[in-house]
Each structure stands twice: as structure tokens, then as C-alpha cells.
């Protein structure tokens, strides 16, 4: 179920030549434990500016707009939500133009998905992502990664969580160096 859809995302987003990875519970089962996810996570590398052709792309693909999700909503919160009406499956097209993202788009990993090439986060970006939003599950999800995959770059990882400390006053860094030193023991 997740896997045709997302191969039908990823095919219409190549036709369309938008930059997009995988990000999320999708990518999170591609490293870490298996877990339950509801929705797809999808970074665009576009701005705004292409809301018209993910509207076009939610269309051909017999999606709906999530209820609620008018044109200010997705404008204030950079966030598509769409339904898949088939499945019933939320997408979240997240839109976004960061130096960090477009980077992250470019070193994303390209798995086949029965012929068409998808691109998923790379498991650094994936963790990055994941630290940034700090949530419970979320760094559930970093320490699974991080146990699962111990070859990571922690280096990369806290030059870009330092990075972002400094945009939100975070403590990102900190909070990284500590499940480092858990799972380290």
C-alpha cells in the first residue's frame, strides 16, 4: 500500500522535475526498527511558487486536500496535506527552499521501488531532521537509527545540529551527544 503510492508520488514529482525526498516514519523504517506510521513525509525542494503543480500532482494521482488545508493554511505552515483515496493515506508535502534542504535533497540515498527510482533522506539528514524536531518519537527514532547503523558521520550530524542551534537557540547538539553516550555504553 505504502510502497505503490509512494512510487506513484515519485514518478509524477521526476516527470515534473521537482526535487523531493523521503523523509519521516517512511524513511525511519529504511534504517531504524520497524514502526507504525500513518503518513508519508515528503520535502520538496521547491518554494511556494509550485503549489499549483502539487495540486496538479495531488490531482493525477486521485488525491484529495486534507480537510482544513485551504491556500492560506498550506502558505502559513509550507505544509500540503493530501489523502490518498484509495488508501486513505496521508501525504504531507512539506515545501522547502533552505540551503540545508537542497543540499539534503541532493546527498539523498535513490532506492527502486519496482523501476522507478524514489529518494529517501540520507540517514544522517534523516537524524538531523529528526533532532530538530525534538519530539518523544523522534529521538526514539534517532536512537533505533543510531543502534541499527553504527558507521554514521557524527561529525556531519553535529556541524549541522550546531548550525541550527544558532538559527533557534536550540540544543540540539546536546541532546545528540547524550543518545550518543546511551547507546555508546
Given at each position: 500500500?505504502?510502497?505503490?503510492?509512494?512510487?506513484?508520488?515519485?514518478?509524477?514529482?521526476?516527470?515534473?522535475?521537482?526535487?523531493?525526498?523521503?523523509?519521516?516514519g517512511?524513511?525511519?523504517?529504511?534504517?531504524g526498527?520497524?514502526?507504525?506510521?500513518?503518513?508519508?513525509?515528503?520535502?520538496?525542494?521547491?518554494g511556494?511558487?509550485?503549489?499549483?503543480?502539487?495540486k496538479?500532482?495531488?490531482?493525477?494521482?486521485?488525491?484529495?486536500?486534507?480537510?482544513?488545508?485551504?491556500?492560506?493554511?498550506?502558505?502559513?505552515?509550507?505544509?500540503?496535506?493530501?489523502?490518498?483515496?484509495?488508501s486513505?493515506?496521508?501525504?504531507d508535502?512539506?515545501?522547502?527552499?533552505?540551503?540545508?534542504?537542497?543540499?539534503?535533497?541532493?546527498?539523498?540515498?535513490?532506492?527502486?521501488?519496482?523501476?522507478?527510482?524514489?529518494?529517501?533522506?540520507?540517514?544522517?539528514?534523516?537524524?538531523?531532521?529528526?533532532?530538530?524536531?525534538?519530539?518523544?518519537?523522534?529521538?526514539?527514532?534517532?536512537?533505533?537509527?543510531?543502534?541499527?547503523?553504527?558507521?554514521?558521520?557524527?561529525?556531519?550530524?553535529r556541524?549541522?545540529?550546531?548550525?541550527?542551534d544558532k538559527?533557534?537557540d536550540?540544543?540540539?547538539?546536546?541532546?545528540?551527544?547524550?543518545?550518543?553516550?546511551?547507546?555508546?555504553?
Amino acid at each position: 500500500m505504502f510502497k505503490d503510492l509512494i512510487r506513484r508520488i515519485a514518478a509524477e514529482l521526476a516527470r515534473r522535475e521537482i526535487p523531493y525526498m523521503i523523509i519521516g516514519g517512511q524513511a525511519v523504517l529504511r534504517y531504524g526498527e520497524p514502526r507504525l506510521t500513518k503518513d508519508i513525509d515528503i520535502t520538496l525542494g521547491v518554494g511556494i511558487e509550485r503549489l499549483p503543480d502539487i495540486k496538479d500532482v495531488v490531482d493525477v494521482l486521485d488525491m484529495s486536500i486534507a480537510p482544513g488545508a485551504d491556500d492560506a493554511f498550506i502558505k502559513d505552515t509550507m505544509v500540503f496535506p493530501a489523502v490518498d483515496k484509495k488508501s486513505a493515506l496521508r501525504v504531507d508535502f512539506i515545501f522547502s527552499f533552505l540551503p540545508f534542504e537542497s543540499a539534503a535533497i541532493e546527498r539523498s540515498d535513490v532506492v527502486d521501488f519496482d523501476g522507478v527510482p524514489v529518494r529517501f533522506a540520507s540517514l544522517e539528514d534523516l537524524v538531523i531532521h529528526k533532532m530538530v524536531a525534538g519530539r518523544p518519537r523522534d529521538i526514539e527514532d534517532v536512537r533505533s537509527i543510531l543502534l541499527k547503523n553504527p558507521g554514521y558521520d557524527k561529525d556531519f550530524i553535529r556541524r549541522w545540529l550546531s548550525e541550527f542551534d544558532k538559527a533557534i537557540d536550540g540544543d540540539c547538539v546536546e541532546r545528540f551527544d547524550r543518545i550518543v553516550r546511551e547507546i555508546e555504553v
